[in-house]
């Protein structure tokens, strides 16, 4: 007689997670044209500075290292990490972040599959309430290449801070798109006037909305490769272009469109690399939906009303605290019995 449970070929995790790096690649070739090439610096520091954090993290918890380092989770984090934050930020920023999201948003708390909290997330969030002006000099899309700042160049910014003689710092750098947006608006200036400028695309930020799709591309890959399943994407975009609508057709002036909002900031890195951790979200498909609706509603108040330009950080950490009562609460009926 069979016994359950009738599962073939079930991918490991190695497998998936090298799923997962591979669909970010379009977006990291696209950022790569965006930004240039100072981004490969940043994701090779953040990747080594994982590995090497897991390592010895691992050595001093006792547990074998290989296995875990070959999962390929501790390079997810560092990726995820590196994609969000400015591309020519010094070198140290992304190697405290990176070490912070492993050793203590990780690690600390039993490895992979224990922790409460999104890792890449916190580290995110340290940085941004640590070091804020850092966070926001953002290179201005496009522009790195009109300037000539080669990868030698950014290279060399990374890790001392200078730029080449003819080359000035607010030449390169800008506000990002959601920043300038709300920094406008405060100055009684609206929407379609602030749109005009030159940092605007047609659906987003300049440059950064190719970036975005590319993203789209790659999470889609994911969804086709059932990796992930439709509910966390599906719902964190339905819900945050039905908030963002719903403000923008009571006062299209004031209020951006839906469009922006899904293809500005880090909304589809959001939808399908970081709300889709199987530790940190819901296990159930009902929880799903409330999760990443969650998630959007927060994500929208603190780019309209916040402190911050974006607010998918603060929103996932605080959505993971509300997973045990989401899991708890949408449990599925059990076969045989009354709901």
């Given at each position: 007689?069979?016994?359950?449970?009738?599962?073939?070929?079930?991918?490991?995790?190695?497998?998936?997670?090298?799923?997962?790096?591979?669909?970010?690649?379009?977006?990291?070739?696209?950022?790569?044209?965006?930004?240039?090439?100072?981004?490969?610096?940043?994701?090779?520091?953040?990747?080594?500075?994982?590995?090497?954090?897991?390592?010895?993290?691992?050595?001093?918890?006792?547990?074998?290292?290989?296995?875990?380092?070959?999962?390929?989770?501790?390079?997810?984090?560092?990726?995820?990490?590196?994609?969000?934050?400015?591309?020519?930020?010094?070198?140290?920023?992304?190697?405290?972040?990176?070490?912070?999201?492993?050793?203590?948003?990780?690690?600390?708390?039993?490895?992979?599959?224990?922790?409460?909290?999104?890792?890449?997330?916190?580290?995110?969030?340290?940085?941004?309430?640590?070091?804020?002006?850092?966070?926001?000099?953002?290179?201005?899309?496009?522009?790195?290449?009109?300037?000539?700042?080669?990868?030698?160049?950014?290279?060399?910014?990374?890790?001392?801070?200078?730029?080449?003689?003819?080359?000035?710092?607010?030449?390169?750098?800008?506000?990002?798109?959601?920043?300038?947006?709300?920094?406008?608006?405060?100055?009684?200036?609206?929407?379609?006037?602030?749109?005009?400028?030159?940092?605007?695309?047609?659906?987003?930020?300049?440059?950064?909305?190719?970036?975005?799709?590319?993203?789209?591309?790659?999470?889609?890959?994911?969804?086709?490769?059932?990796?992930?399943?439709?509910?966390?994407?599906?719902?964190?975009?339905?819900?945050?272009?039905?908030?963002?609508?719903?403000?923008?057709?009571?006062?299209?002036?004031?209020?951006?469109?839906?469009?922006?909002?899904?293809?500005s900031g880090a909304s589809m890195l959001c939808a399908f690399f970081i709300i889709t951790d199987p530790?940190?979200?819901?296990?159930?498909?009902?929880?799903?939906?409330?999760?990443?609706?969650?998630?959007?509603?927060?994500?929208?108040?603190?780019?309209?009303?916040?402190?911050?330009?974006?607010?998918?950080?603060?929103?996932?950490?605080?959505?993971?605290?509300?997973?045990?009562?989401?899991?708890?609460?949408?449990?599925?009926?059990?076969?045989?019995?009354?709901?």
């Open positions: 007689m069979n016994r359950s449970p009738y599962i073939f070929d079930a991918p490991s995790v190695s497998a998936m997670m090298l799923k997962v790096l591979l669909a970010l690649v379009p977006g990291i070739i696209t950022y790569l044209w965006v930004f240039g090439g100072g981004i490969l610096v940043t994701l090779t520091l953040a990747t080594l500075t994982a590995l090497f954090a897991e390592a010895a993290m691992l050595k001093l918890r006792r547990r074998p290292i290989q296995p875990f380092l070959m999962d390929f989770s501790a390079v997810i984090t560092a990726w995820l990490l590196a994609l969000a934050i400015p591309p020519l930020a010094p070198w140290w920023l992304i190697v405290v972040g990176t070490l912070f999201a492993v050793v203590v948003a990780k690690q600390l708390y039993g490895g992979l599959g224990y922790n409460p909290f999104n890792p890449a997330m916190i580290g995110y969030a340290v940085l941004l309430i640590s070091f804020p002006a850092i966070m926001t000099k953002w290179p201005a899309a496009l522009q790195l290449a009109q300037t000539k700042l080669s990868f030698s160049d950014q290279f060399h910014y990374i890790f001392s801070g200078l730029l080449p003689n003819e080359v000035k710092l607010d030449a390169v750098t800008s506000a990002t798109p959601l920043d300038y947006l709300k920094t406008q608006l405060m100055l009684k200036h609206d929407v379609a006037s602030i749109k005009e400028a030159p940092l605007f695309g047609t659906l987003g930020g300049k440059g950064g909305e190719y970036v975005t799709m590319a993203y789209l591309v790659g999470g889609l890959y994911l969804w086709q490769q059932k990796i992930i399943s439709w509910h966390l994407p599906t719902a964190f975009l339905g819900a945050l272009a039905l908030i963002s609508g719903a403000f923008w057709l009571l006062d299209s002036t004031h209020f951006a469109s839906p469009l922006f909002h899904l293809f530790v940190s979200g819901p296990t159930t498909p009902k929880g799903k939906l409330y999760f990443a609706a969650g998630v959007a509603l927060i994500t929208y108040l603190v780019r309209v009303y916040g402190g911050y330009p974006d607010g998918v950080a603060f929103a996932v950490i605080f959505m993971n605290i509300c997973v045990p009562l989401i899991d708890a609460s949408t449990q599925p009926r059990v076969f045989g019995h009354e709901k």
